[in-house]
């Protein structure tokens, strides 16, 4: 088991591993990025990761990077780390350029990863539930592609760290509820669970994908629906969903507790569920 660093090809020690100055990933956050995790020495749902990768790419105009080269390369890395609950970083910026906003056709994008065992949210929070704030979300308008452009993300996580919680959720100007800062969020409403449909003001997560798979086996009802923050309030359970997250469920938000401020049999289930098909993935 060894935590390793990729730079376009090389294989090296993370503390050895450097980039250019003038790699505009750095420069103006032109870059995007996956984080993805294995299980048992098995990539969890690796090809909608790659999907998404190249879709980020695509959005943004990046040069195209074949996916065949991608997975090879992943794996490159992903064998020889030979860690079991892996957490895979991976960004492409456009390119190494003399600082210019504009981008010309000739960049080169640089591939970069990291390897290492996941962070994990620790058991006792995944087992009692986390408390949560919310603010203003001052997001850009393509939260749907995942770049490296984090800074909203990182103050709004630091304020939830600075605040004693886990997390901050982000809400429109008109009260609709978005996401947290690295993972979506679901609300259990009713008989019903509702998460913000897919526009461009949310990221599509995997985990996210997987709950629609999971919902549908347990016949549970699930709805891409705008709520505002009045229902969120009054939801019997919420829960976040992220590829380090996995299932978390929610049990205060600012001042008010979710239900009985307890984690609810729905997220219960569904993180049952989600371990259990982390092993055919
Ligand atoms: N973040 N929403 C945001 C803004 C995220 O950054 C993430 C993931 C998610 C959940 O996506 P997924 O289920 O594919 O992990 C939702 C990753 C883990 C990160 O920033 O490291």
Redesign the pocket.
Known sequence: MTELAYINGKILPIKDAVVSIEDRGYQFGDAVYE?IASYDGKMFWLEA?LDRLIRSMSELSFPVISRSFLKDEIYRLYDKADISRAGIYIQISRGIAKRNHAFGNKMVPQLVMTIRPVSEVSPALKENGVKVITMEDFRWGR?DI?TVQ?LP?VLAKQKAVKAGVYDTIFISREKIVR??????LFAVIGNKIFTHPLTRH??E????KVIFEICGRLNYEIEERFFDLDLLYGAKEVFL????TEILPVIKIDDKFVGKGQPGPKARAIFKALRACTKDS
């Not at 996401?179 to 979506?184: T, V």
């Not at 997560?205 to 996210?208: L, Q, Y």
């Open positions: 984080f990761h939260c995942k984090l993300n996401e947290a800062s690295s993972s979506n949310i990221l997560g995997i985990t996210r969903s992220g590829t380090v």
